[in-house]
């Protein structure tokens, strides 16, 4: 982040599917692009409250989004679901344990919490103490709850088969890797300022939305703006956009929006 930030925003830490843009190995044309917002670290974002950071996902390049978007601090993270592309980066934040001086409470749904503690066996069991460990408090999501002084409203969605969770805090809605929204979640994403949502690329996929569904979304929706994530290299920022109405965009890495 640079300049001053408005008091309430949220900061695309990263707006790439799993596999991140450019793709390893990939000669295509976006992942060859040398526009800046053709570049997508995995999908997360931070949420500023009055000075208070509530994250959304660690993705594995977390440190280098923290570096890039200067992030000083994190009192909560949100986990929507427990993908690699979702949790890797959760052992940096060992920084902000330091920095903060306390443990970093985490959310998810009961099962993304049981992922975790396997995923990250180490945190949990006793070992010597080398570089440390993450402190961190997993905290299951069962209703409504507060984090960070601010009060966040689980979406449950479906990713496939999988069911996960988006978030609604005030009026701003994240909802990633989604393929499905049951009719009730759709009721509790109604009169949005901001929406981000989930697509992956033109061509169906089993357990994310295409552009197109994506937009059918965002218009019964309609968010005053709606920002997509997890797109794949398919998706040419510049060209994807014109094709998009005004009020619906690709998001890109450090793109901040005032809420
Ligand atoms: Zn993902
Ligand atoms: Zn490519
Ligand atoms: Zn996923």
Redesign the pocket.
Known sequence: MTGRQPDTHITFLGTGT?HGVPMIGCKCAVCRSSDPHNKRSRTSALVSYSGRNILIDISPEFRLQCIENNVQRVDAVLF??A?A??IFGLDDLRRFNEMQGMSIPCYGSPDTLAVIRKAFEYIFIQTQEGGGKPKIELLPVDGPFTAAGISITPIPVF?GQ?P?LGYRIGNLAYV??CSEIPHDSMELLRGLDVLVLGVLRKKAHE??FTLDQGVSVALELSAKLTYFV?MSHSLDHDATNQELPSSIQLAYDGLVVEI
């Open positions: 799993s929507t679901h993908h592309d979702h990713h999988l996960i990633t890797d357990t994310h997890h």
